[in-house]
């Protein structure tokens, strides 16, 4: 039976079963970290909230600095592979207009920043991003690692093929700013 | 000294939702004074809810809504919101800038700073009733707006305080307009030590140290 599980806020969340999708409904600040194995057929997604755990470590899928080693333990501990991981990111929006004082409205670009420092670390570069700008995002990982990305007022649409075979494995360095706002970098190749 | 979320009595939450009524009504009360109809409200909802329990509490993750967000420090931090869905912020902006009923149809930068100011004077007006309620010094920030996904606009909020807690006792006043689709949600999130400052302010504070 396909599965789908939903990955709310702190959490990971890994599936190997034929048919079955990870969905991030409703990022907003947050990032939803895709991530995938083509051999093993192993899909993760973390729902990252904040950059820096600051050493607590309860609920590392809370953090971007504790979530990235976390969602790739659990991943290889269902047979995946750090060297075969491919990443894609969605979210890290700013959605609030007239930012208030005191209150931390920029932390969606500082996601992004700090889950690719994590990855990074990993030897991992995200092989396609959509974040920052101000739309809020659900995202969708599929068991053949197709990332899926809705923005309200757009069509939905394929931001990565992490199965692809014709894509070399992790290495891709494409980067991008996130305070400069959207960034689409779709591997699908062009029916 | 905080309060264990978990061990809040029944009592504790009863006063909660005194707050939460008196906030609620008193900003319900400059709405209906503002649009000139009357406003009902339900009973309010105290909680303890996770991230992702707060960010999904209206159902409907991906269903548009505008969200007005004000920060709030001083005395006892905390945060408040006012939150709508998408048809009832046209309902309200047809109200707001005289115009026929159904005849917003979309909200745009005049509309949504219509809803901003609004928001601001209904956060503003819940915040001054627990101000004077409980005789704690409360400042506001400047409000924020956000229209989007229900849950992205609720999780953007949520991220503030985020860091604290696992979980964060939330009072939700539900309110509506009684001959029309208007509706909205006063969300009230007091940090957890400002809970204890509140129930201190409030003469509870022998049941929260002995509980």
């Given at each position: 039976?396909a599965?789908?599980?939903?990955?709310?806020?702190g959490?990971?969340?890994?599936?190997?079963?034929a048919?079955?999708?990870?969905?991030?409904?409703?990022?907003?600040?947050?990032?939803?970290?895709c991530a995938?194995?083509?051999?093993?057929r192993?899909?993760?997604?973390?729902?990252?909230v904040l950059p820096?755990?600051?050493?607590?470590?309860?609920?590392?899928?809370?953090?971007a600095d504790?979530?990235?080693?976390?969602?790739v333990e659990?991943?290889?501990?269902?047979g995946?592979?750090?060297?075969?991981?491919?990443?894609?990111?969605?979210?890290?929006?700013?959605?609030?207009?007239?930012?208030?004082?005191?209150?931390?409205?920029?932390?969606?670009?500082?996601?992004?920043?700090?889950?690719?420092a994590?990855?990074?670390?990993?030897?991992?570069y995200?092989?396609?991003?959509?974040?920052?700008?101000?739309?809020?995002?659900t995202?969708?990982?599929?068991?053949?690692?197709?990332?899926r990305?809705?923005?309200?007022?757009?069509p939905?649409?394929?931001l990565?093929?992490?199965?692809?075979p014709?894509r070399?494995?992790?290495?891709?360095?494409?980067r991008?700013n996130?305070?400069?706002?959207?960034?689409?970098v779709?591997?699908r190749?062009?029916? | 000294?905080?309060?264990?979320?978990?061990?809040?009595?029944e009592i504790?939450?009863?006063?909660l939702?005194e707050?939460?009524?008196?906030?609620?009504?008193?900003?319900?009360?400059?709405?209906?004074?503002?649009?000139?109809?009357?406003?009902?409200?339900?009973?309010?909802?105290?909680?303890?809810?996770?991230?992702?329990?707060?960010?999904?509490m209206?159902?409907?993750a991906?269903?548009?809504?505008?969200?007005?967000?004000?920060?709030?420090?001083?005395?006892?931090p905390?945060?408040v919101a006012?939150?709508?869905?998408?048809?009832?912020?046209?309902?309200?902006?047809?109200?707001?800038?005289?115009?026929?009923?159904?005849?917003?149809?979309?909200?745009?930068d005049?509309?949504?700073s219509?809803?901003?100011?609004?928001?601001?004077?209904?956060?503003?007006?819940?915040?001054?009733?627990?101000?004077?309620?409980t005789g704690?010094q409360?400042?506001?920030?400047?409000?924020?707006l956000?229209?989007?996904?229900t849950?992205?606009?609720?999780s953007?909020?949520?991220?503030?305080f985020?860091?604290?807690?696992?979980?964060?006792?939330?009072?939700?006043?539900?309110?509506e307009e009684?001959s029309?689709?208007?509706?909205?949600?006063f969300?009230?999130?007091?940090?957890?030590?400002?809970?204890?400052?509140i129930?201190?302010?409030l003469?509870?504070?022998?049941?929260?140290?002995?509980?």
């Open positions: 039976m599965e789908t599980l939903m990955v709310g806020m959490e990971v969340k890994i599936t190997r079963s048919g079955g999708v990870l969905i991030a409904l409703g990022l907003g600040s947050c990032i939803g970290v995938y194995d083509p051999q093993a192993v899909a993760g997604m973390a729902h990252v820096d755990s600051a050493g607590n470590t309860e609920v590392p899928g809370k953090f504790t979530a990235i080693p976390f969602l659990a991943m290889r501990r269902e995946a592979s750090v060297t075969r991981i491919r990443v894609a990111l969605a979210g890290g929006a700013q959605l609030f207009r007239h930012q208030g004082t005191g209150a931390r409205l920029d932390v969606g670009p500082r996601n992004a920043e700090a889950v690719q994590a990855l990074e670390r990993l030897n991992i995200p092989v396609a991003m959509d974040v920052g700008g101000s739309a809020g995002r995202v969708h990982l599929y068991h053949d690692g197709v990332v990305v809705k923005t309200i007022g757009q939905e649409r394929d990565a093929a992490l199965g692809d014709e070399a494995y992790g290495g891709n360095t494409f991008t996130p305070a400069q706002g959207t960034a689409v779709p591997l190749k062009a029916a | 000294m905080t309060i264990a979320l978990e061990n809040l009595s504790h939450t009863d006063v939702r707050v939460g009524n008196i906030g609620a009504g008193n900003a319900m009360t400059s709405l209906a004074t503002m649009l000139d109809c009357k406003v009902d409200m339900s009973v309010p909802r105290v909680s303890l809810m996770s991230l992702s329990e707060f960010a999904q209206t159902g409907g991906e269903a548009l809504s505008v969200g007005i967000y004000m920060p709030v420090e001083g005395e006892a905390g945060h006012f939150l709508l869905p998408e048809q009832a912020a046209m309902r309200l902006v047809d109200r707001l800038l005289g115009r026929a009923p159904g005849e917003t149809t979309e909200l745009g005049l509309e949504c219509a809803l901003m100011e609004v928001g601001n004077i209904l956060t503003s007006s819940h915040l001054m009733a627990i101000c004077d309620m704690l409360l400042l506001t920030c400047p409000p924020a956000a229209y989007d996904m849950a992205a606009i609720l953007s909020i949520a991220v503030n985020a860091s604290l807690e696992e979980r964060a006792v939330t009072i939700v006043t539900r309110i009684a029309d689709t208007m509706e909205g949600y969300i009230y999130v007091p940090e957890p030590e400002s809970l204890m400052r129930l201190r302010a003469g509870m504070i022998e049941q929260v140290t002995h509980g």
